[in-house]
Nanobody, 125 residues
Framework: VQLQASGGGLVQAGGSLRLSCAAS????????MGWFRQAPEKEREFVAA????????WYSDSVNGRFTISRDNAKNTGYLQMNSLKPEDTAVYFC???????????????????WGQGTQVTVSS
């Protein structure tokens, strides 16, 4: 199983970016996809997650209302649409997938089985 994250870049505060997470190696119909981020000298933190079926989505308080997680089943690809970006959103963003995740564990790194490489997002003020 491989996850390939892409779409990061440099954007001004208030701008938008869309991250992609291409999955290969298996179908993810029963999985949860999550996004985490790690800023310099900080621990990795949960951003958002969703059931691949679309039946549940969860967001951290810091991004709720600004970020939207989604997926394209035909492309086996997940997305993180990031709007109204702030300098504090600057981080390396990682996508992850797990097969035994419930709502209460979706924000825990340890719940995820597969991780993609990170993609850098930099928001300038």
């Amino acid at each position: 199983v491989q996850l390939q994250a892409s779409g990061g870049g440099l954007v001004q505060a208030g701008g938008s970016l869309r991250l992609s997470c291409a999955a290969s190696g298996r179908t993810f119909s029963r999985y949860v996809m999550g996004w985490f981020r790690q800023a310099p000298e900080k621990e990795r933190e949960f951003v958002a997650a969703m059931r691949w079926t679309g039946s549940g989505t969860w967001y951290s308080d810091s991004v709720n209302g600004r970020f939207t997680i989604s997926r394209d089943n035909a492309k086996n690809t997940g997305y993180l649409q990031m709007n109204s970006l702030k300098p504090e959103d600057t981080a390396v963003y990682f996508c992850a997938a797990g097969g035994r995740i419930i709502k209460t564990s979706a924000s825990l790194e340890s719940a995820y089985d597969y991780w993609g490489q990170g993609t850098q997002v930099t928001v300038s003020s």
